[in-house]
């Protein structure tokens, strides 16, 4: 979604802005623009329809100096992407400039009131409302920017990170935040601004993260002013940002979605680090050990999500109920937050994001909190609003992900709540010691196992040319494995735009198998589990029919080989932990695909990394 990134200090902000977009892009977006205070305090904005570099051709011959300076990448919301839609917007006047992520919900009235005074408007977003509104209430009520920026955040609805400047005013930049996030990063007597910190980390890895409904005041060579829209001062940590510059480089691979498939085994690593001990004895998440009486007394677990994160919440439910004995429910976040659930205060609500951003998830987390549910959060980006809006959670510790399609945060978040669910059944003493080793010691071992899966990548490749012309597909599994027939299907869908749908196995004779003819290509995960033959008749089922079998199955299994069209071998592994497996040839598969067809795969049309916007 959209991307913010300023600067104010005392080199050329420029090259610095031009960059951090480029650092953005992998969030999606359709058109970019910067805006610049050069020496004689003019204030300059520049803004291209379509990529970054069209924004570099376009500004190539006009004036880019000045050392403070906003740009964005903005993902459509309220109008086509066009030059005029795209940020900065200029104020009326043209004296003030304005970047903006998020939604202006009342723009609608805003503007209707705004025309009444003699504003005009250039473009059909809500964005350039909100700047009009600020430069109206400068003017009517005489004040400085910050004021008038107080004043009109008090007057709008919606989720914003914005940052302002003002024409002859090159000592400052003001940026506030509501429901989307805003990092200031803090060097010597300069500061960045991004809305995460990837434009940010190649100058210093100090910020400050703003909080909900604060407005911050920058200057050069000054400690940030934060002061909340109700007008209280507040003071901030600086925090240390974990992420480091290589994460946000592709390290010689094509793309960044294939350096993260490959990445797999040391992000698994890392994400066990530190709580499962070396002899493969004991799981210990604290954020579960601190709270363990919620857990243990827990009526029912609620898991929220969205997309593949959702996903891996479906494996949790697997997860819960074996080892826990404590029910689970599975919502998507976006459906949770309007139909008015039964929430009991003694839930557990485990909200799962790998940006911690999405807007869904925290309106259902806000939801939840105030029907008295203990939320947990599983995220991976440190120090987002998730983590920071829950009581207790486990950060997957995967790495920065770039490629929009989710991989290895995926994989990450089967890892923690596979953690979970061990460290909660041995608090509440419903696992056995030898299935809670065993599982322990196998969990310890994927990561090598994975390496094994990643070998068949030249054969996926290949087998990939074969259906790169597929019109649709088709994903079964059963057990731990439906959750991934879900998951490969999407990814096919989001990276390939081929349409395919993931189905539990059985269900195909309940509608979907009249689909199935020689065109068809179904995607199989025939591992080895307790329903193994059930599969193999599944699998018989569609053969009947001339549907194209591709059996994704444990390495030596002859039966699979001799029934299967074409078939993708991976290590066994127990049943619970399978999915951590099963899910590399199909990220692989759609990967090959998608290449084959010439896609744009980090970022695949229409698609946003963060969905910050419901
Ligand atoms: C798919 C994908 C999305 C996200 C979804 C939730 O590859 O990445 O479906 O999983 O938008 O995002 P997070 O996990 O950031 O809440």
Known sequence: MCGIVGYIGFREAYPILIKGLHRLEYRGYDSAGVALINKEDRLSVYKAKGRVQDLEEYAKD????????????????HGEPSN??????????????????????????????LIQ?????????????????????????????????????????????????????????????????????????????????????????KVIYLDDEEIAIIKRNEEPKIVTIANIEKTHEIKQLEMNLSQLERGGYPHFMLKE???????????M??????????????????????????????????????????????????????PVEVEYASEFRYRNPVIHPDDIVIAISQSGETADSLAAIELARKAGAFVYGVCNVVGSSIPRNTDSGSYTHCGHEIGVASTKAFTAQVTVLTMMALTIAKEKGSIDNDKYIDTIKELQLIPSKIEKALAANEKIKELSKIFTYAQNFIYLGRGYNYPIALEGALKLKEISYIHAEGYPAAEMKHGPIA????????????????????????????????????????????????????????????????PLLTAIPLQ???YHIAVNKNRDVDMPRNLAKSVTVE
């Open 62 to 77: 006009k004036d880019i100096t000045g050392t403070i300076g906003i740009a964005h990448t903005r993902w459509a919301t």
């Open 84 to 113: 005029s839609n795209a940020h900065p917007h200029y104020s009326q006047s043209e004296s003030l400039a304005l970047i903006h992520n998020g939604i202006i919900e009342n723009y609608a009235v805003l503007k209707a009131q």
């Open 117 to 205: 005074n003699g504003y005009t408007f250039q473009s059909s977003t809500d964005t350039e409302v909100l700047v009009q509104l600020i430069e109206y209430i400068k003017k009517l009520n005489n004040c400085d920017l910050f004021s008038a920026v107080q004043i009109a955040l008090n007057q709008v609805v919606g989720a914003y990170a914005i940052a302002v400047i003002e024409k002859g005013k090159p000592e400052q930049i003001i940026a506030a935040r509501k429901s989307s996030p805003l990092v200031i990063g803090v060097g010597d007597g300069e500061f960045f601004i991004g809305s995460d910190a990837s434009p940010i980390i190649e100058y210093t890895n």
């Open 261 to 271: 498939i490959y990445e797999q085994p040391e992000t698994l690593k890392n994400c």
């Open 273 to 326: 680090s530190g709580r499962i001990n070396i002899e493969g004895t004991n799981v210990t998440l604290s954020g579960i050990i601190d709270h363990k009486e919620k857990f243990i007394n827990a009526r029912r677990i609620i898991i929220i999500a969205c997309g593949t994160s959702w996903h891996a919440g479906l494996i949790g439910e697997y997860l819960f109920e074996e080892f826990c004995r404590i």
């Open 515 to 578: 689909l199935i003819d020689n065109e068809m290509p179904v995607v199989s995960i025939a591992t080895n589990s307790a329903i193994y033959e059930k599969v193999v008749s599944n699998i018989q089922e569609i053969k009947a029919r001339k549907g194209c079998v591709i059996a994704i199955i444990n390495e030596g299994d002859e039966t699979m080989k001799s029934m299967a069209d074409r078939y993708i071998e991976i290590p066994a592994t127990i049943e619970c932990l399978d």
């Open 588 to 590: 692989l598969l759609a």
